[in-house]
């Protein structure tokens, strides 16, 4: 079954389209990454997709209702971890997720039986009645993951849902994640650390200019759009070795900065090659398999988006 | 048919509330105590055609509906704004089957309903100082809620194109401070001069006025319909606008 379904969409603000004709389709069970540089359109395709927002143009159907004509209903089945945090400051953990249940019409004795199982689920088990204020960052978000369960939602939405956690925080919620999509849950999250999408991801789009570029599993969107070898060459030499040696060896060669990065589908004659300057201390190497960042970046290019 | 589902907003509010519960009620109370003891006796023995407490069962009149819309302006700005643009805590509502309009409305009654306590805390103290001579003194109860409505209603129109805190003092300086002074609050609109007689009648506070003082001496306001039906313009057009704006801002 089709748990959203976006066709055609399209939004504008001022006269520059953020979103400009947008097509996709979660099934269910399935995790759904958005992927795409600052700007790209991807909260606004998320809030058009709530309802949050009239669209200029096109369909969107999210759990069998029409959307935004129905989206309050649809809604009804759908959890969401915004990308700022924006837990009640005025209410405990317990009251945040009591009061949260409520604006879904769950009646109090549902939601005294399911907050202990959430509070479980989020680690935060004997941080009940602590305020918000007391709670770390990576807290935070483990309650604002628990609390879009609140009305175990079919279809997630997760904008950017590790951004500024340190590694540790991020990987818990990595497995809390996971652990749903075990249990049949539909996610869709957007995210620009590929890391986690390529961790995260069934399938993937990879968004800008308000268009989806490239749609496919982690693994045939960097079988079809890079070479699966990389080796990255750092130092006062590497200019001048690219120009002798690379650029002949290596299928493509890109310079963005400091660092001369060959893309080759076979690295063997570059890294035998760089194994000679070994001695050199103006030349050090990376030889590693090409991933997701690469393909992101041959994409959607290497300037800096503000 | 109009939703329900304001009422989860409200209960909201509420909660927060019930925890400061105390000191709230308790600055409701002193607050007009202070008023009508400290004016009522200080200026009210200045003034010997009204013979001291009957100028603290005047100032009583108008403190319900000078209390009102302060309660329901300071409620409608500062908190709303707080909860719509600081903590965000609308985004996360919305998000939920709720709608922004249930949200806004839920902010607009509740914003009246605090209000409503604070105009009756006076009407309480009033009575307590034996400044209510009749049951009549009763009707000044939807008075006050009509009142409320009126002045949520304003300043959630405020909220609405606010940037910042700092934009509030403005409404604050030119609409609230005004109609503080000049709306009969203190003293007989009939002591002002005639140009500013004549803006006080536009103003809603002045309508209020209109409505409580008779009715907290015992006596029936005249042209009561009139009053009432100012009230409830300022109420339903305001609330429209804010709306409005509110959609403007918020659904873009």
Redesign the interface.
């Known amino acids: 079954m089709t748990q959203l379904r976006v066709e055609n969409l399209r939004k504008s603000y001022d006269g520059r389209e953020v979103v400009a004709g947008v097509n996709f389709a979660l099934a269910h069970g399935e995790c759904f990454g958005l992927l795409g540089p600052n700007g790209a359109g991807k909260t606004t395709t998320l809030r058009l997709t709530l309802g949050l927002t009239q669209p200029d143009g096109g369909r969107i159907t999210l759990l069998d209702h029409e959307v935004p004509a129905h989206a309050r209903e649809a809604r009804g089945r759908v959890g969401v971890v915004p990308q700022l945090d924006n837990l009640d400051p005025d209410f405990t953990v317990r009251e945040n997720l009591l009061v949260y249940g409520r604006y879904f019409d769950l009646p109090r004795a549902a939601l005294e039986a399911r907050i202990p199982e959430l509070l479980d689920y989020a680690q935060l088990g004997t941080r009940a009645d602590a305020r918000i204020q007391t709670l770390s960052g990576g807290m935070k978000r483990r309650l604002t993951l628990a609390r879009a369960l609140i009305n175990d939602p079919d279809l997630l939405f997760l904008d950017e849902p590790t951004t500024g956690l340190d590694p540790q925080a991020r990987h818990v919620i990595w497995e809390r994640l996971r652990q749903l999509t075990l249990r049949g849950k539909t996610l869709l999250l957007t995210t620009h650390f590929m890391e986690e999408a390529e961790r995260l991801c069934h399938r993937l789009a990879i968004m800008d200019h308000g268009r989806i570029i490239a749609i496919g599993t982690p693994r045939e969107l960097i079988a079809a759009h890079i070479e699966p070898e990389v080796v990255e060459v750092y130092g006062d030499g590497a200019d001048a070795w690219s120009a002798a040696a690379g650029k002949q060896l290596a299928e493509r060669c890109e310079k963005p900065g400091e660092t001369v990065f060959c893309y080759t589908r076979d690295a063997h004659a570059l890294v035998a090659n760089l194994a000679h300057h070994d001695a050199r201390t103006d030349i050090r190497y990376l030889h590693r398999r090409a991933n997701l960042e690469d393909v992101f970046l041959k994409l959607t290019g290497r300037d800096l988006r503000d | 048919m109009p939703s329900l589902r304001f009422l989860?907003v409200w209960?909201?509010n509420l909660?927060?509330w019930r925890?400061l519960a105390l000191p709230s009620v308790l600055g409701n109370l002193a607050d007009p105590l202070l008023y009508m003891v400290g004016l009522g006796y200080g200026l009210g023995s200045l003034m010997p055609q009204m013979q001291g407490g009957g100028y603290m069962a005047f100032l009583a009149g108008g403190v319900v509906c000078s209390a009102t819309m302060m309660t329901a302006s300071f409620e409608a700005m500062y908190s709303a704004f707080s909860r719509m643009h600081v903590?965000?805590?609308w985004?996360?509502?919305?998000?939920?089957?709720?709608?922004l309009n249930d949200v806004i409305m839920g902010e607009w009654i509740w914003a009246a309903s605090k209000a409503l306590l604070s105009g009756c805390a006076v009407l309480l103290v009033a009575a307590v100082l034996g400044l209510v001579p009749s049951l009549m003194a009763l009707w000044i109860v939807p008075v006050i809620l009509l009142t409320g409505l009126a002045f949520s209603a304003l300043a959630l129109i405020i909220t609405a194109l606010s940037p910042s805190y700092d934009f509030f003092s403005y409404y604050f300086t030119l609409a609230i401070t005004p109609m503080m002074l000049l709306c009969g609050v203190f003293f007989p609109l009939e002591q002002l001069p005639g140009a500013i007689h004549a803006l006080a009648q536009a103003l809603p506070l002045t309508h209020a006025v209109a409505l409580a003082r008779p009715l907290m001496n015992g006596v029936l306001p005249a042209l009561a319909w009139l009053h009432i039906l100012v009230l409830a313009l300022y109420a339903g057009i305001g609330y429209a606008c804010a709306r409005h704006l509110l959609n403007k801002r918020l659904?873009?």
């Open positions: 989860h209960r909201r909660l927060v925890k903590q965000r805590t985004d996360a509502i919305i998000n939920a089957p709720l709608t659904l873009k």
